[in-house]
T-cell receptor, first 113, second 111 residues
Framework: NAGVTQTPKFQVLKTGQSMTLQCAQDMNHEYMSWYRQDPGMGLRLIHYSVGAGITDQGEVPNGYNVSRSTTEDFPLRLLSAAPSQTSVYFC????????????FGPGTRLTVT | GENVEQHPSTLSVQEGDSAVIKCTYSDSASNYFPWYKQELGKRPQLIIDIRSNVGEKKDQRIAVTLNKTAKHFSLHITETQPEDSAVYFCAPVEYGNKLVFGAGTILRVKS
């Protein structure tokens, strides 16, 4: 099993550009989520999904869109990149329900200039 | 929503000493309390968790204790080793699968 995979590992964008961060898991997990990690602030939830076709907003959703057309994939779209979106982005997945371990991907380091 | 605070923000210990990190949360309905470890440049990984019907759980050199009345839980690491150096996050679950992360504690183990 590859677990949770993310691409790309690094990305530099100019302000106003759009892009999609990819996330895939091969564990048949219903729950998937996206976090951003900024220095000194822990991880903050951007969007999450409890299954194909179902998504919802987390703590910091503005500027980001998600969709979940399959169980395996959960892409994160930046609509118009801003310097405030410079961060490390982690995707995670788990079985649905409280108390299941969440497995994180390796992360994408994004810089917006 | 859940408000989570971790203390201390930085902790330096001598190899072999113990380390304790405390996490305070606000939502009395929280029922699941995990701790994640993140090494430099790596992804967060679960190291131990506890459910609300249990007061303490141990796994070799690490343990977690829970005080639901006071709304805090703590990570205890005994006989610290250099490989324990990392950032540790508590992440109580508000409901469903939604983790709410603390700001993290940087643990440095000096050899």
């Amino acid at each position: 099993n590859a677990g949770v995979t993310q691409t790309p590992k690094f990305q530099v964008l100019k302000t106003g550009q759009s892009m999609t961060l990819q996330c895939a898991q091969d564990m048949n997990h219903e729950y998937m989520s996206w976090y951003r990690q900024d220095p000194g602030m822990g991880l903050r939830l951007i969007h999450y999904s409890v299954g194909a076709g179902i998504t919802d907003q987390g703590e910091v959703p503005n500027g980001y869109n998600v969709s979940r057309s399959t169980t395996e994939d959960f892409p994160l779209r930046l609509l118009s990149a801003a310097p405030s979106q410079t961060s490390v982005y982690f995707c995670a997945s788990s079985r649905l329900g409280q108390g299941y371990e969440q497995y994180f991907g390796p992360g994408t380091r994004l810089t917006v200039t | 929503g859940e408000n989570v605070e971790q203390h201390p923000s930085t902790l330096s210990v001598q190899e072999g000493d113990s380390a304790v990190i405390k996490c305070t949360y606000s939502d009395s309905a929280s029922n699941y309390f995990p701790w994640y470890k993140q090494e430099l440049g790596k992804r967060p990984q679960l190291i131990i968790d506890i459910r609300s019907n249990v007061g303490e759980k141990k796994d070799q050199r690490i343990a977690v204790t829970l005080n639901k009345t006071a709304k805090h839980f703590s990570l205890h690491i005994t006989e610290t080793q250099p490989e324990d150096s990392a950032v540790y996050f508590c992440a109580p679950v508000e409901y469903g699968n939604k983790l709410v992360f603390g700001a993290g504690t940087i643990l440095r183990v000096k050899s």
